[in-house]
Nanobody, 117 residues
Framework: VQLQEWGPGLLKSSQTLSLTCAVY??????????WTWIRQSPGKGLEWMGS???????AYSPSLKSRTSISRDTSKNQFSLQLISVTPEDTAVYYC??????????WGQGTQVTVSS
């Protein structure tokens, strides 16, 4: 499968980040796929934010759970991320990723999100 994410590149503190990822070459309802959001902040490693399963069940990083929502639109074969109350600490490159059986098989190209104070 191939993934492509998009969303606003620049936000101000307290705003809500909304990103969408389109999946091509496969259905998001295909068994055992977990449609995942991962980010990488400047100078830091990769951070798993959460995922939504092929059955539509979301899971979130405990550190971000209170601010994160992941949903899907099966009619469009897309899944989305919302992160509320952003701060400059949320500045990162955000990736949508297809995970299956523990392997992060396919990655989007990444989208830069910058939050100003």
């Amino acid at each position: 499968v191939q993934l492509q994410e998009w969303g606003p590149g620049l936000l101000k503190s307290s705003q809500t980040l909304s990103l969408t990822c389109a999946v091509y070459g496969g259905s998001i309802t295909t068994g055992y796929y977990y449609w995942t959001w991962i980010r990488q902040s400047p100078g830091k490693g990769l951070e798993w934010m959460g995922s939504i399963s092929y059955e539509g069940t979301p899971a979130y990083s405990p550190s971000l759970k209170s601010r994160t929502s992941i949903s899907r639109d099966t009619s469009k074969n897309q899944f989305s991320l919302q992160l509320i109350s952003v701060t400059p600490e949320d500045t990162a490159v955000y990736y949508c990723v297809a995970e299956r059986r523990g392997d992060f098989d396919s990655w989007g190209q990444g989208t830069q999100v910058t939050v100003s104070s």
